[in-house]
């Protein structure tokens, strides 16, 4: 067990475990049951005081590896599964991400110091508010509340992207049928044939065929 009586200050420890070469998506590869795999790594930005060394335990106790950092850095390290980082007014500057398309899990820790401020919490955009003292079953429920809040937001990101695509993809395939309807004369039956035909004959997407149908008529004129 690693001496936890120091304060760290002006750098970073890597707490129960090796340091990670890379973030592998590790939360991706958890089990339906809401376990952890060994990979999982947590960053706490926090003071290394009573409450942050408290903190550290707790989550050292999920069998994740655990990294404390401070000073906060002046951006939010993007490398991590999930991140308890202490709330201040200027927070909302370091979130290196835009609300919605999150990197991590990212957890705030209010230190009860100053009045709540509910215009600042919402500014993060965060997956969870920890306040102090905390108990164990506090850390434990927002740790998970947190990951999968965060979990469901990049589904729901990964389904808007989707849908783009396919929205993209719609638009290319009516110009490329608006322009063979026009140079070749043909139905709007007979155009949409023509794309899924050369698309099955090439094994590449509709709209790879209708980009390179636009494509090939914008060069020529």
């Not at 089990?31 to 989550?59: C, H, M, W, Y």
């Not at 999920?62 to 201040?88: E, G, M, N």
């Not at 919402?122 to 947190?146: D, E, K, W």
């Not at 808007?160 to 063979?180: G, H, P, Q, S």
Request: proline letters at 5%.
């Amino acid at each position: 067990m690693p001496d936890m009586s120091r304060a760290d200050h002006g750098h970073d420890r890597w707490i129960g475990g090796q340091r990670p070469e890379n973030r592998t998506g590790a939360e991706e590869r958890a089990s339906k049951q809401g376990a952890l795999p060994a990979e999982f790594t947590v960053a706490v930005i926090v003071e290394r005081d009573d409450n942050g060394e408290f903190l550290i335990r707790e989550l050292q106790r999920q069998r994740v590896t655990v990294r404390h950092i401070w000073p906060k850095p002046a951006q939010i390290p993007l490398q991590y599964d999930a991140i308890f980082c202490q709330l201040s007014d200027d927070l909302p500057q370091r979130i290196p991400w835009v609300p919605g398309e999150p990197s991590s899990a990212l957890i705030l820790v209010d230190d009860g110091k100053a009045p709540l401020n509910l215009k600042l919490i919402h500014n993060c955009a965060a997956h969870g508010l920890l306040h102090y003292p905390a108990t164990s079953r506090m850390i434990q429920s927002v740790f998970m509340l947190g990951r999968e809040h965060f979990q469901y937001e990049r589904r729901l990101r990964g389904r808007i992207d989707k849908l783009d695509e396919n929205l993209r993809t719609m638009r290319l395939v009516e110009r490329a049928k608006a322009l063979l309807i026009r140079l070749k004369n043909v139905s709007e039956e007979e155009a949409y044939n023509f794309l899924r035909k050369q698309a099955m004959e090439k094994r590449v997407t509709i709209g790879a065929v209708a980009a390179a149908v636009i494509d090939s008529h914008e060069l020529l004129s």
